[in-house]
C-alpha cells in the first residue's frame, strides 16, 4: 500500500485557511509593483511642470539617441608576466580546508582570472569526503564563506584605539607598541592569554609555544561559543581523555540521538552527513535513527522514529534508556528514569539489537548526562567501533571552566595582556557585561577579527587577519590526518595572519608560509611512514589539500565513569518549567560568525522556512493558548499577515522576539535561534548583518540570544525554564513556506516504508498514474472508469525527438538521501549570480533562488486505520488534518523541471523560453519581455521575476553584486539579470557547455561523471544526482528507470527530465499497512 | 598618425624616390672609395647565418657590436683564434679575451667553422655596416598600406553644393536680366518669386503629382532611417563601409607579423601569440613577456617609427635594451578592445578554433594580408553568427566526441528519422546539432 498520509505545507493550507489558499491562485502574490517602481522615484514632491517634462523628455530622448550611437571604448589589458598555470577564461580549482572553529571540510576552491569564485568539497581527499561517490560533503556555511571575501566591511587595515573609537595604524606602529604592551605584563608577572576559538592547527600552537617561550606568562584558553565541554569533560572522565571522538555513522545500524542535531551543526556534522545518507539506501542495509528532542531540528525531520520531550526530560529520558540497557546487558542501572519508557524501550530494543553496530549520541552540554551516554555506548560495545577514541577529533577543546576563569581574572585585574582571535566573546557570553568590565582593566588587548565587531571594537588594536581563501594554514582535524590550507588570492587589505602577528610579537621573522612548511617538516619527521622526500610530500599536500598518515588502530577504551554520581548531576543540572527554553543554532547563520552573509540569511531555514530572521518556535497548540485564541488563522504569516511578537523571559533577561508555529515542537517547550543580533551596538561586522527593517531603522539581523545561555553545573547550559507572553504587538516575518502551495494534489511527494518496498511491488508504493479514456482498453466490453492508459500516451504537444538523439540532461533527487541541509540553494547562487533581494521583498514572495528545498510536514491518520475503525470519509480526512504531536517531515529540492512538454514554452508570446535538443528548457533573458506567462503556467512554480535591478543601491545593503568589490564574486560565465526578466534554473547550461567542450577537445564522448551542476556537486549525501538520460551506462539513467523513480505530479504529462525518488523510510507500522 | 606616415600613405612614390636620392647622396659620400661590393655582401650573408643570433654589427646584442672589433683586438691577441674557438682561445689566458669574457658576464660563444677569409668577409660586413643595400632594402615591398575605402562620398556633396551654388546665382542671372528686359520692354516687373514659391504654385497646380512626391520621400526618409537604426553600434561586415579600428597604444603591425613570407613578413603562427584561442573562451591578448621572445633581439623595427613602436613594448615590460636586463619597472599595455560582444552573448574561441577548426581569417578577416592596425571585420551580429551556425558543417572527423552522437543515432527509429532529416543537404550543420538553439549562447 502506497503510504496514504497527508501532506501539507503549512497550518494555513492544513487548515484550508482562506488567505493562504487564495493565495496560492496567485503565482505572484501582488497585482503590480508599480506602487514600490514609482515610490522610489519620488514623484509625488516632484515641481516639474509639464513643458519642463516634455523638454526633459525630448532631450533625454535626443542624448539617448546620440549616446547610443557611440560604440564605448573598452580597455583590455593583458598580463605583462602571465603566469604559467592561469589561461585567462579558464577556471583553475585549488585543494584549501574550511574550518572556523564550527565546521570543518577539504574544500576546492574555484578561481577565474585570479579571483575565487565559488567553493565546493574536495572529492578527492579529506574527512568530509564520501568515498563511494566522490564527493566532498560541505554545507551552505562553507560554499557561501566565499563570498565573505569581498566584504566590503572587512578592516582595511591595522587599526588601534584612539579615544573612544579605531583609527587606522601602520604595522610596524601596532607591532611595536603591541610588543612593548607585551613585554610590560610579561614583565610585571601578568599573564597573557591567548584566547582563541578551538585551534586544531599544529603552526598556530607552535606559534603560541614560541610567544610563550619569549614571555614566560603566556597562556592559551580556548572558547568555543557553542560548547562541547559537557561531552569533552565526560570523556575525561569516562576514558581519561578530554576529546571529542570521532564517530562512524557507516557502521550504525541504528543511532540513538539524544536531543543531538548530528546532521545538522552538531559535532563534525560535514562528516555525519555523507557517512548518514550512506546508510540510507532502501536497497542496501538501511540504519534505523531514533531522535529524542524538544524542538523539530534537521536530524529529527529525517528520523525513522522521533519523540519529542523537553530539555529538562533528557537527563531522564537518558537515564531510563541507560537503565534499559543495563539490566540487559549485566550493568548498573542507576535508577529514576522517565515516564517515556515506552519510547526508550523502542530505542533500547533497537540498541540491543545491534550490539557494536550502534551509536548513541547527545547534545546535551550536561557532563553527567554525556557520561551516561558513554556508558551506554560502552555497554552496547560500540567503543572501538562505531565510537573511535584513539583517532579522536580535535574538534571542539573550548572549556566553559577556563572562560569563566578568565573573566573572573581580568575583572581582579591579574591578565596583563590578552590577544584574541576567532572568537567574539562580548557578543556569545552571557556575561558580556562582565567581561567587558574585565577588558578595561587589561592594559594591552588586540584582536585578530577580520571586522570591528563586538569585542574588536572595545580593544586597543585590531591586526585583522586574512579571510581564509588569503592564507596559508595547516589543520590536523584528526589524530594522522592533516589538512593545508593554501592562498587562492593575495590578500585583498593591508591584513595579515594572525599566527604571523605571534611570529613577529615572539620575534621570528619568518613568513606564515615557511613557518607552516617548517612546522610540517618537523611534525611529519616526529611521525615517521613519509613515503617520499619531504618536498614532495609537501607539494603533494598543497595539492590534494590533505596529508593523511597511517592511522591508530580503533580501541575499546574501559568506561571509567561513575553513572550513579553522574546521574546525580544530570539530574541536578534539569531545570524543569512549565516553559522551558531551547537555544539551538540554525544550518545557515550557525554561531553567528557568518551573520553577514546575505546567501546564508536569505537561505529559508529547512525546517520553518524563514529568512532573515531569528524567532520563537512554539508548539501551534502552546500558540493558541497564549493568543488566548482557538483560531488556527491567528497561526498564519504572510505578507499581508505578521507574526505576533512574543516576550520571552529567562532569570530576568527578556528577549522580544515573533513567534512560529513549528508542528512537532514539544507543548511547552520555546526555540530560539542563536547567532543572529549581530552589531547591535552599531559595530560594523558586514555587509547584511545589519539591515534597514520595516520601520526604516538599520537594525540587526534578529535578536542576541547568547544572553538567555548560563552556566549550569560548570558548563553552559543552552536550555532553562522560562516564562513567555504575547506582547500584543506583531512583526513581519519573511517566510517562503506560504509562498508556492502545491494545488492540492497528492502526487508530490511520495513515501514508503522499508518493509512495502522490501516487498517488491513497485505498484504497491510508486503506482503510476492512470488517467480513465473513453475506449475498452481492458477489454471487458464496456467503456467505463476502468478504462484507464498510463499518462505518458497522451499527449498534447509534439514528441520532442529526444530519445538516443544527442544528449538529454537530467536530475534525479533521492528523497531519502536528502537531508534537506540547503547546501544545494546556496551553491546555485553562487554559481548563477542569483540575486539578494532582503528581507522584505522575500516578504512579498520575490526571492530569486532557482533551487528551493520544499518540506512537507506529514500526518499520522492514515486511511486503513480510520476505515477500520468505522469512519465515514468525512470524519476520517478531518482527522487527517488534525495534526499529530509529532509529524514526520519530507524534504524535496525543486528545481526547473525541465519538462519536454513545457507547459512554459507554449505560452511565451516571443518564443524566450525554448527547448533544446538536449532536454534543457532555456531561458534566453535578452529576448524576454517579462510578460510572466510562463511563470503563471508553470506547475511547479520554479520561474523567478526580476522586481528590481537588484544590482542597484536599493539592494546595496543586502546584494553583493552591488558594489566594486563584491561583484568580483560573480561567476562571468553566467549573466547578472536585469528588471523585468524571468529566470529559472538552467541545469548550469555553462557546466554544461564547459564539459562538453573538454570532451570535444579531447576528443572523446562526455562521460558520467564530468559535468555536475551545483547542486549535485553540492551535495555531499547523494541526494542530487546530475548525468546524461541518453547516456544507457550512466547512474542519473539507472535511478530514473529504477521502480522508486516518479515524477512530481506526473498526471499532468510534462514529461520533466527531473526525476524523484520515493522515500523509503525504515518504519515498522507501516510496514503492515 | 605621423604626419610623415600620412604622407607617405598617400604619396608612397614620392617618399621612395626621396629615400633614393638620399641614400644615394650618403652613399656617394660615405663609401666612395674601395667598397667592395662582392665582399660586403658575402659577409653580409655569412654574418646572418652564423652570427646574427647573437650579435649585430653596430650595437650589442647577446654578445658585443661587431663593428669595429678588429681595431679593439689589434694588438691584444689572435681575433681569428678567438672566434674559432673562443673557449680554447681563453685558456691560452689572453687577458683581453678573459677581460671580454668578464665583461659579458661569461656568456660562452660557441665554436665557429670559419676560414679566415670568412672571417675577414664578416668583419668587413660589420665594419662598412649598413652599407649601401639600404637601397635594396627599399625594394622590398613596403608595408601594406591599410585599405581605404572608396570614400567619395564628401567630394559629391561638395561638387553638389557648387552645382546648387552655380544653380542659383545662373537663375538669379537670369532673373535680373529677365527683369531688366521687362524694363526695356516697358513691362510690369515680374513678380518677384523665391523658388519656392515656384515649387508651391507648382505643386498647387499639381496637387496628385506632388502628393506622390512627397509620399514617396517621406517613405524613403522612413526606410533610410529605419536602416540606420540597424546598424547603429555596429561595425564591419560588408554592409557598413567603416570598420572599428581604434588607435591602439602600440601600433602593432598584424600583417607584417602573421603575413605570409613571400610578402616580406615574417608568417608568425597567430596562435603562437594568442595562444589561449584553443583552450579558452578569451583568444587572449599576448602579454608582454611574449613579445620579448622575439623583441628580446629584435629592438629595432623596419622603419624608425617601428622602433619607437618597440621602445613602447620595452618600456611596459620594464627591458633596458642598452644594459640587456629588465629593470623591474612594469607598466601594463592598455589595449583597446577592438571585438565587443554584448554581455549577454557567450562565446568560445576554444570551440571554434579547436573544434570547428575555423581560420582565425574566417571571422577576422585578412588580417595577415591587409591589416596593419587590427580593425573588426566581421559584424559580429547575431545575424551573422547564426548565418554560419546556418550553412557550416560540424567537423567530425576523427573525434570520438561526434563518434558517439553518431552512434546514439544510428542506435534507434528517432536517431535515424533525425538523422536523414540532417542530411537532406548532404551534410550535418552546426544548426542540426542544436547550433541555432538559444542557451548556446545565452546563459
Known amino acids: 500500500m502506497s503510504s496514504t498520509k497527508r501532506y501539507w505545507k503549512d497550518l494555513g493550507e492544513l487548515h484550508q485557511d482562506t488567505e493562504a489558499l487564495k493565495g496560492r491562485e496567485h503565482e505572484f502574490p501582488q497585482e503590480m509593483a508599480i506602487d514600490q517602481v514609482l515610490g522610489d522615484q519620488s514623484f509625488a514632491g516632484a515641481s516639474t511642470g509639464r513643458r519642463d517634462f516634455l523638454k526633459f523628455l525630448g532631450f533625454s530622448l535626443g542624448a539617448a539617441t546620440l549616446a547610443a550611437c557611440e560604440t564605448p571604448v573598452v580597455k583590455s589589458i593583458p598580463y605583462v608576466n602571465k603566469p604559467e598555470d592561469i589561461t585567462p577564461g579558464v577556471a583553475n580549482w585549488y585543494a584549501s580546508t574550511f574550518y572556523d572553529g564550527q565546521d570543518f571540510a577539504s574544500v576546492l576552491v574555484k578561481t577565474r582570472e585570479g579571483r575565487p569564485i565559488h567553493i565546493k568539497g574536495n572529492p578527492r581527499f579529506g574527512i568530509n569526503r564520501n568515498p563511494a561517490l566522490d564527493k566532498g560533503s560541505i554545507n551552505a556555511r562553507i560554499n557561501s564563506s566565499v563570498l565573505s571575501l569581498y566584504d566590503n566591511e572587512r578592516l582595511k587595515g591595522f587599526m588601534m584605539k584612539s579615544g573612544e573609537g579605531m583609527v587606522s595604524a601602520p604595522e610596524g606602529e601596532v607591532d611595536e607598541a603591541v610588543a612593548k604592551g607585551l613585554a610590560a605584563a610579561a614583565g610585571a608577572g601578568k599573564r597573557i592569554v591567548v584566547l582563541t576559538n578551538t585551534v586544531i592547527s599544529p603552526s598556530i600552537k607552535a606559534a603560541v609555544a614560541e610567544l610563550k617561550a619569549k614571555y614566560a606568562t603566556v597562556e592559551h584558553v580556548q572558547y568555543d561559543a557553542i560548547s562541547y565541554s559537557g561531552l569533552t569533560n565526560a570523556n575525561a572522565k569516562s576514558f581519561g581523555a578530554r576529546v571529542m571522538p570521532s564517530y562512524d555513522l557507516t557502521k550504525a545500524d541504528v543511532i540513538v540521538s539524544m536531543d543531538a542535531d548530528f546532521l545538522s551543526n552538531w559535532g563534525s556534522s560535514t562528516e555525519h552527513t555523507w557517512q548518514y545518507a550512506s546508510r540510507r539506501n532502501p536497497d542496501g542495509s538501511m540504519n534505523r535513527h531514533f531522535q529524542f528532542e524538544s524542538r523539530m531540528s534537521l536530524s529529527g525531520a529525517n528520523a525513522d522514529e522521533r519523540t519529542a520531550i523537553k530539555p529538562s526530560e533528557l537527563a531522564t529520558a537518558v537515564i531510563s534508556l541507560h537503565d534499559q540497557i543495563a539490566k540487559r546487558t549485566g550493568g548498573a542501572a542507576v535508577g529514576g528514569g522517565s515516564d517515556m519508557d515506552e519510547a526508550t524501550k523502542r530505542a533500547a530494543d533497537a540498541l540491543l539489537g545491534a550490539r557494536g553496530k550502534s551509536v548513541v549520541l547527545c547534545g546535551s552540554n550536561d557532563e553527567g548526562t554525556q557520561v551516561l551516554v558513554n556508558s551506554i555506548n560502552s555497554m552496547l560495545g560500540n567503543y572501538g567501533s562505531t565510537i573511535d577514541l584513539a583517532n579522536h577529533t580535535f574538534f571542539k577543546q573550548g572549556d566553559d571552566a577556563a572562560v569563566a576563569q578568565l573573566v573572573k581574572d581580568m575583572n581582579a585585574g591579574s591578565i596583563g595582556a590578552l590577544l584574541i582571535a576567532g572568537v567574539n566573546p562580548m557578543y556569545s557570553l552571557p556575561n558580556a557585561e562582565e567581561f567587558k568590565a574585565g577588558l578595561a582593566k587589561v592594559a594591552l588587548s588586540v584582536s585578530f577579527s577580520a571586522y570591528a565587531d563586538e569585542t574588536a571594537s572595545l580593544c586597543s588594536y585590531i591586526c585583522p587577519d586574512n579571510h581564509y581563501l588569503e592564507s596559508w594554514n595547516d589543520f590536523m582535524p584528526k589524530v594522522g590526518e592533516y589538512a593545508l590550507a593554501q592562498p587562492a588570492i593575495r590578500p585583498l587589505f593591508k591584513t595579515r595572519q594572525w599566527g604571523e602577528s605571534l611570529l613577529r610579537w615572539s620575534g621570528n621573522d619568518s613568513t606564515w608560509h615557511a613557518y607552516v612548511k617548517g612546522t610540517w617538516q618537523r611534525e611529519l619527521a616526529a611521525r615517521g611512514g613519509m613515503s617520499a622526500a619531504f618536498e614532495d610530500t609537501w607539494n603533494m599536500a598543497v595539492h590534494n589539500g590533505v596529508y593523511s598518515a597511517a592511522a591508530t588502530a580503533a580501541a575499546a577504551p574501559a568506561f571509567s565513569g561513575d553513572v550513579n554520581a553522574a546521574a546525580a548531576t544530570a539530574r541536578k543540572a534539569a531545570q524543569a518549567g512549565e516553559w522551558e527554553v531551547v537555544l539551538y543554532t540554525t544550518e545557515a547563520i550557525g554561531d553567528g560568525q557568518h551573520a553577514n552573509n546575505p546567501w546564508l540569511q536569505e537561505m529559508p531555514d529547512p525546517v520553518t522556512k524563514v529568512t532573515w530572521d531569528n524567532y520563537v518556535c512554539m508548539s501551534p497548540a502552546d500558540m493558541l493558548t497564549i493568543l488566548k485564541s482557538d483560531d488556527f488563522r491567528d497561526l498564519y504569516i504572510g505578507e499581508a499577515s505578521p507574526a505576533k511578537l512574543v516576550k520571552v523571559t529567562v532569570g530576568g533577561v527578556e528577549l522580544e522576539l515573533p513567534a512560529v508555529p513549528s508542528p512537532g515542537q514539544k507543548s511547552g517547550t520555546l526555540a530560539i535561534a542563536l547567532g543572529y543580533g549581530r552589531g547591535a551596538n552599531g559595530e560594523r561586522v558586514g555587509r547584511a548583518a545589519c539591515v534597514t527593517d520595516h520601520n526604516g531603522e538599520w537594525k540587526p539581523v534578529g535578536r542576541n540570544a547568547y544572553p538567555l545561555t548560563a552556566m549550569n553545573g560548570g558548563t553552559m547550559s543552552y536550555s532553562a525554564a522560562a516564562s513567555v507572553a504575547f506582547t500584543g504587538a506583531t512583526y513581519p516575518l519573511a517566510i517562503t513556506q506560504t509562498h508556492l502551495t502545491h494545488m492540492d494534489r497528492h502526487s508530490v511527494v511520495k513515501e514508503t516504508s522499508v518493509g512495502v518496498y522490501k516487498a517488491g511491488d513497485k505498484e504497491a508504493y510508486n503506482p503510476s498514474h492512470l488517467l480513465a479514456v473513453h475506449e475498452d482498453v481492458n477489454g471487458d466490453g464496456a467503456i467505463d472508469a476502468r478504462d484507464k492508459k498510463p499518462v505518458r500516451e497522451f499527449d498534447l504537444w509534439e514528441e520532442h525527438p529526444v530519445e538516443g538523439v544527442g544528449h538529454r540532461w537530467g536530475l534525479s533527487i533521492d528523497l531519502n538521501s536528502c537531508i534537506g541541509c540547503g547546501a544545494c540553494v546556496t551553491a546555485c547562487n553562487s554559481e548563477n549570480n542569483i540575486s539578494v533581494v532582503g528581507k522584505d521583498e522575500v516578504r512579498r514572495s520575490r526571492e530569486m533562488h532557482w533551487l528551493r528545498v520544499d518540506r512537507y510536514f506529514s500526518s499520522d491518520t492514515k486511511w486503513a486505520e480510520g476505515r477500520a475503525e468505522g469512519r465515514s470519509k468525512i470524519e476520517l480526512y478531518r482527522k487527517m488534518e488534525v495534526p499529530s504531536n509529532s509529524p514526520s517531515m519530507v524534504f524535496m529540492p525543486v528545481m526547473c523541471q525541465h519538462c519536454n512538454h513545457a507547459p512554459c514554452e507554449t505560452v511565451c508570446p516571443v518564443a524566450a523560453t525554448t527547448h533544446s535538443n538536449e532536454g534543457l528548457n532555456q531561458m534566453t533573458y535578452n529576448r524576454c519581455i517579462g510578460t510572466r506567462y510562463c511563470a503563471n503556467n508553470c506547475p511547479y512554480k520554479v520561474r523567478r521575476f526580476n522586481w528590481f535591478n537588484y544590482t542597484t543601491e536599493k539592494f546595496g545593503e543586502v546584494n553583493p553584486a552591488w558594489d566594486d568589490l563584491g561583484r568580483m564574486v560573480l561567476n562571468p560565465d553566467v549573466t547578472v539579470r536585469a528588471r523585468g526578466v524571468i529566470e529559472k534554473c538552467s541545469m548550469c547550461v555553462q557546466s554544461i557547455q564547459a564539459g562538453k567542450l573538454e570532451a570535444k577537445k579531447a576528443g572523446r564522448p562526455v562521460k558520467d561523471g564530468d559535468i555536475e551542476t551545483a547542486c549535485s556537486a553540492a551535495c555531499g549525501t547523494g541526494a542530487i544526482v546530475f548525468g546524461d538520460l541518453n547516456d544507457k551506462t550512466s547512474k542519473v539513467r539507472g535511478l530514473a528507470t529504477s521502480d522508486r523513480s516518479y515524477h512530481m505530479l506526473e498526471e499532468i504529462g510534462v514529461q520533466p527530465n527531473v526525476n524523484y525518488l520515493v522515500k523509503v523510510r525504515n518504519t515498522e507500522e507501516e510496514a503492515t499497512a | ?443
Open chain 2, 1 to 443: 598618425m605621423s604626419l610623415a606616415a600620412r604622407i607617405s600613405e598617400r604619396f608612397p612614390g614620392l617618399l621612395h624616390a626621396s629615400l633614393a636620392v638620399l641614400l644615394v647622396l650618403s652613399f656617394s659620400n660615405a663609401h666612395a672609395q674601395g667598397f667592395d661590393e662582392a665582399l660586403y655582401t658575402k659577409g653580409e650573408k655569412l654574418f646572418k647565418g652564423n652570427c646574427g643570433a647573437c650579435h649585430k654589427p653596430d650595437k650589442n646584442l647577446t654578445g658585443p657590436a661587431l663593428a669595429g672589433s678588429r681595431a679593439r683586438w689589434e694588438g691584444q691577441g689572435d681575433i681569428y683564434a678567438w672566434i674559432k674557438n673562443s673557449s680554447a682561445y681563453l685558456k691560452t689566458g689572453n687577458a683581453y679575451a678573459n677581460k671580454l669574457f668578464a665583461d659579458w658576464k661569461g656568456s660562452v660563444m660557441t665554436a665557429q667553422a670559419v676560414s679566415d677569409e670568412e672571417i675577414d668577409a664578416i668583419l668587413y660586413y660589420a665594419d662598412n655596416f649598413p652599407g649601401p643595400l639600404q637601397v635594396k632594402d627599399d625594394q622590398t615591398p613596403p608595408a601594406p598600406t591599410p585599405v581605404q575605402g572608396t570614400d567619395a562620398w564628401p567630394w559629391l556633396i561638395v561638387l553638389g553644393l557648387l552645382f546648387l551654388v552655380v544653380t542659383i546665382s545662373l537663375s538669379g542671372v537670369k532673373r535680373s536680366l529677365d527683369s531688366a528686359v521687362r524694363d526695356a520692354e516697358g513691362r510690369k516687373p515680374a513678380q518677384d518669386r523665391s523658388i519656392l514659391q515656384h515649387i508651391g504654385n507648382w505643386a498647387w497646380n499639381n496637387k496628385i503629382a506632388a502628393s506622390f512626391i512627397g509620399l514617396f520621400f517621406v517613405v524613403w526618409l522612413l526606410l533610410q532611417g529605419w536602416n540606420a537604426l540597424w546598424t547603429i553600434g555596429i561595425y564591419g561586415g560588408d554592409e557598413v563601409a567603416q570598420n572599428y579600428k581604434p588607435e591602439q597604444p602600440i601600433l602593432f603591425n598584424h600583417t607584417l607579423h602573421a603575413g605570409k613570407v613571400e610578402a616580406g613578413n615574417l608568417a608568425i603562427n597567430c596562435q603562437y601569440c594568442h595562444s589561449s584561442a584553443e583552450k579558452s573562451k578569451h583568444a587572449g591578448i599576448p602579454s608582454t613577456n611574449i613579445c620579448m621572445n622575439c623583441h628580446q633581439a629584435v629592438g629595432e623595427g623596419r622603419t624608425p617609427e617601428g622602433t619607437a613602436e618597440i621602445a613602447k613594448i620595452y618600456r611596459a615590460v620594464g627591458w633596458d635594451p642598452e644594459k640587456l636586463a629588465y629593470t623591474g619597472e612594469e607598466e601594463p599595455i592598455r589595449w583597446v578592445k577592438v571585438h565587443n560582444l554584448p554581455d549577454h552573448a557567450y562565446f568560445n574561441h576554444a570551440q571554434h578554433v579547436a573544434v570547428g577548426k575555423i581560420e582565425c581569417q574566417e571571422c577576422h578577416g585578412p588580417i595577415d594580408e591587409k591589416m596593419d592596425v587590427a580593425e573588426q571585420w566581421a559584424p559580429l551580429t547575431m545575424g551573422w553568427c547564426i548565418d554560419c551556425h546556418g550553412q557550416r558543417e560540424v567537423q567530425m572527423a576523427g573525434n570520438g566526441y561526434y563518434d558517439e552522437t553518431m552512434a546514439r543515432l544510428h542506435n534507434n527509429e528517432i536517431g535515424h528519422r533525425e538523422l536523414k532529416s540532417y542530411l537532406e543537404d548532404g551534410k550535418i550543420t552546426v544548426k542540426e546539432l542544436g547550433g541555432w538553439e538559444c542557451a548556446k549562447c545565452h546563459y
